[in-house]
């Protein structure tokens, strides 16, 4: 098995989710028969964090099969480097830069509410900053 094989599980499942939270922030966003665009900063930033990840998996990878921490086999790579890192190392940046904020997307925002706290903003006629 290649890295390439191994990689393309991984992309594709970052890919799968990627889409998925792609299609539900456009739902949440955009008022049904709108036609309402969002400003692309979302892409942008991914676009940023996946270039960022890329210099420091250059370099820190170089480094560490310059000092012998690990190597890779030529018969499971496809041969093309940058420096001493194989570009099949690239593919968990990437996977990375697309997974990670898309699941940030799809995910709830981690805080669970008890029934007093709901109850007691209600009673005291309070919204949070959520509106809620």
């Not at 190392?89 to 709901?118: E, I, N």
């Amino acid at each position: 098995m290649t890295y390439w094989l191994l990689n393309a599980a991984f992309l594709a499942a970052a890919a799968a989710v990627a889409l998925a939270a792609v299609l539900v922030r456009h739902r949440r966003r955009t008022p049904a028969g709108t036609g309402a665009r969002r400003p692309h900063t979302a892409g942008a930033a991914v676009v940023l964090t996946l270039l960022a990840l890329c210099v420091l998996t250059a370099v820190f990878d170089n480094i560490m099969i310059a000092a012998g921490l690990f190597e890779y086999s030529a018969e499971h790579t496809s041969g093309w480097r940058i420096g001493l890192a194989p570009l099949e190392d690239f593919a968990y940046v990437l996977a990375a830069a697309l997974l990670l904020p898309a699941l940030w997307t799809l995910l709830p925002a981690g805080r669970q509410r008890t029934g007093r706290q709901t109850a007691g903003k209600q009673a005291a006629g309070r919204k949070d900053a959520h509106g809620e």
